[in-house]
């Protein structure tokens, strides 16, 4: 077969042995890709086989047609060193080659993207899309293909993590993007193919050494994943399975969690179940674990409103965090752990959900069975903060602590001090339910200790911390009997002081103002009558008791000594007949004092806070308004005075005004009395 060549314009004679494909510049199974050109004006493809996975328009080589002479094909530059007889020089122009076309063309890939022929591309993906008619996913892999092939720029590591969240993508024009945009929505229904497609490639390229950078598969990637993210989140499983078989090797991972990550930073669900279902699992890995805990700090600083979350992270993934981010020797390192400690928050606010009043009565158990004493410091803080929390908020917690109590009794001296501890921060309300559970909690120590069963020491600080709050809830009593003892010592004092300070009862305050209000003469009568009456008992006494006495001790004495013959028998007969029913009787006694030991201070705490409440109402509806009423009618009572007394209110003047008020109501009782009779005889003198 004979061919021109493209530089020289001489003919050159091909053997027939040798097989299209020998050289191809380095590149192996690929240079059969480029074999595509055009004869006698016409587009030629070999059909026969079925396209491949990984065969594309762009790689079956659209890019690599030479320019046509005489209307005959002419093999590419990259074929004329096949003709020398040494056999190893076609390697070696492989190798020196190769890496030319590969990698490193430009020194970064703002440059490349700045070089880049975006009308080249859009003709190169017209003709694909006229030569592959109803085969969407061809034209979608030229695309990948292409853009992966003109932006060679030195590799970057594999989650990109010097860069914002969305480069490369961020990098491409906008131009390009409207091509890449209008391309996805013309194959929607290809895209999830495509998306394995651009993954598999990008696995593929990492076994390479050197292999092609993967910038145009990941604008790819990022370009589906922004308006599709449920491409991924669908098939999770299937991505774990493909994470797991290639857990040996680090930089593949990497690389699928990162494709897989896309998903998240335009939808913050979507994201959640890629980190749940994709990084979790990994977290524990020495070599993924920096980028998974990165990547979810990345996503809740993206996503500040937690509310499109709620509900996703159960208390299945909600605890394994838990322990990563306190338990201390864990697979994660101190600055990755301190880095989850901060992130914890508000993963627990995404665990508890829109309603923590009806759903944290279920995470209540774990928490309470991690918080034992030898608990590190970090982690029994924060469980004793979520405990209280759980107390606080949901209602049914604190059932569930009374079921857990027996068996958890270390866990529960702990949650028990740290109440006593913050009881004055805990809500009112909350304070009253838990007082009901607190003394089931002291009635069970009681059993324990008298039954011997479970670690005495225990059962007994935790019945210390029941006192204690008890006695918090209860608050502090009022001291009744020594404000009762204060009272009259303190009148007798100020009597003694006002006594002293006057010389004499007369001359006091005190009797001065006995004498003024007639109290002492009408207190001085009544002592003389209680004395004369008292003299009148006493002589009467001596008179009759001794021969009243006499009397009844012989009626009496016979009958009081056959009832007391009596109740000795009736004694005895039940001490021999009753013994097991007294003996209970005096069991269920004793039990029930001790009940009432315990509710009865409470019961009276209550009624005394009720009629402080009651009080509290009298004197705001009741006494405040009578006091202003009756001061109301003082200061009119006054101005009255003033006005009749004109102007000097004197003791004469109101005991003239106070006879003419007597008199004028006698006179009226008189006239309504006489009017009343002279109505009365008239009735009966009709009758």
Request: proline share 6%.
């Amino acid at each position: 077969m004979a061919a021109k060549a493209a530089d020289g314009g001489r003919w050159e004679v091909v053997k027939k042995g040798r097989r299209p494909g020998a050289g191809g510049g380095g590149r192996g199974a690929g240079g059969d890709r480029r074999a595509l050109g055009e004869a006698n004006g016409v587009w030629k493809y070999d059909l026969t086989p079925p396209i491949q996975t990984t065969s594309t328009l762009y790689e079956r080589g659209f890019e690599k047609i030479m320019k046509r002479q005489n209307k005959e094909q002419v093999p590419p530059r990259a074929v004329e060193p096949k003709k020398p007889a040494n056999k190893k020089q076609p390697k070696k122009v492989a190798m020196l080659t190769n890496p030319s076309q590969k990698q490193g063309r430009f020194r970064s890939l703002e440059e490349a993207l700045k070089a880049l022929d975006v009308a080249a591309l859009q003709k190169e993906l017209d003709k694909s899309q006229s030569v592959f008619t109803g085969n969407p996913s061809v034209w979608l892999k030229d695309l990948a293909s292409y853009l992966n092939y003109k932006l060679q720029a030195p590799r970057s590591e594999p989650t990109l993590s010097q860069h914002t969240h969305d480069y490369p993508y961020s990098l491409v024009s906008r131009e390009l993007r409207g091509i890449i945009r209008g391309l996805l929505t013309k194959a929607a229904g290809s895209l999830e193919l495509f998306f394995d497609h651009c993954l598999f490639t990008m696995l593929q390229e990492l076994d390479k050494t050197p292999g092609e950078s993967l910038h145009g598969y990941r604008i790819c990637i990022q370009a589906i994943l922004q308006d599709k993210p449920k491409i991924v989140t669908t098939n999770l499983g299937k991505f774990l399975e493909l994470l797991r078989s290639h857990q040996s090797r680090p930089a593949k991972c990497l690389t699928i969690m990162w494709a897989l990550g896309q998903a998240g930073f335009g939808n913050f669900t979507e994201g959640l179940k890629v980190w749940l279902g994709i990084m979790l699992p990994v977290l524990g890995i020495k070599s993924l674990s920096p980028f998974a805990i990165a990547y979810l700090d990345r996503l809740l600083l993206m996503h500040p409103n937690l509310s499109k979350g709620f509900g996703m992270i159960g208390p299945k993934d909600f605890f394994p965090l838990l322990d990563f981010a306190y338990m201390p020797n864990n697979s994660l390192t101190p600055s990755l752990q301190e880095q989850l400690c901060q992130l914890f928050p508000r993963l627990k606010v995404l665990a508890f959900g829109s309603k923590p009043e009806s759903t944290l009565h279920i995470y209540f158990p774990s928490f309470l069975s991690r918080a034992t004493p030898s608990c590190p410091p970090e982690m029994k803080k924060q469980l004793l903060s979520s405990l209280t929390q759980c107390l606080t908020v949901d209602p049914l917690s604190a059932s569930v602590w009374r079921q857990l109590y027996p068996k958890h009794l270390s866990q529960s001296s702990l949650l028990l001090e740290h109440l006593l501890r913050s009881w004055e921060r805990i809500p009112k309300k909350t304070q009253a339910s838990l007082q009901e559970s607190i003394q089931s909690f002291k009635v069970t120590n009681q059993e324990l200790l008298k039954k011997g069963i479970g670690n005495t020491e225990q059962v007994v600080t935790c019945d210390t911390a029941c006192k204690g709050l008890l006695q918090q809830a209860q608050g502090p009593r009022p001291p009744w009997i020594w404000l009762l003892l204060l009272l009259p010592i303190s009148a007798v004092g100020l009597l003694c002081y006002d006594l002293q300070s006057h010389s004499s009862f007369q001359a006091s305050l005190t009797g001065q103002l006995l004498l003024s209000s007639g109290l002492l003469p009408a207190g001085q009568y009544i002592c003389a009558k209680f004395y004369s009456y008292g003299l009148q008992g006493y002589s009467w006494l001596e008179e009759t008791l001794p021969a009243c006495s006499s009397h009844l001790s012989t009626v009496v004495r016979p009958s009081l000594q056959l009832a007391w013959a009596y109740t000795n028998a009736t004694a005895s007969f039940l001490s021999a007949h009753c013994a097991s029913h007294l003996a209970w009787f005096n069991e269920n006694l004793t039990d029930t004092y001790q009940r009432l030991q315990i509710q009865l201070p409470d019961a009276l705490h209550q009624l005394l806070r009720y009629l402080k409440e009651l009080l509290l109402l009298l004197h705001q509806s009741v006494l405040q308004p009578a006091w202003h009423l009756l001061l109301q009618a003082l200061a009119q009572a006054q101005e009255h005075w003033h006005e009749v007394c004109r102007g000097e209110v004197t003791w004469n003047c109101i005991k003239t005004q106070l006879s003419e008020a007597a008199q004028w109501t006698w006179l009226c009782l008189q006239d309504s009395t006489v009017a009343f009779l002279d109505w009365a005889l008239a009735m009966i003198s009709q009758q």
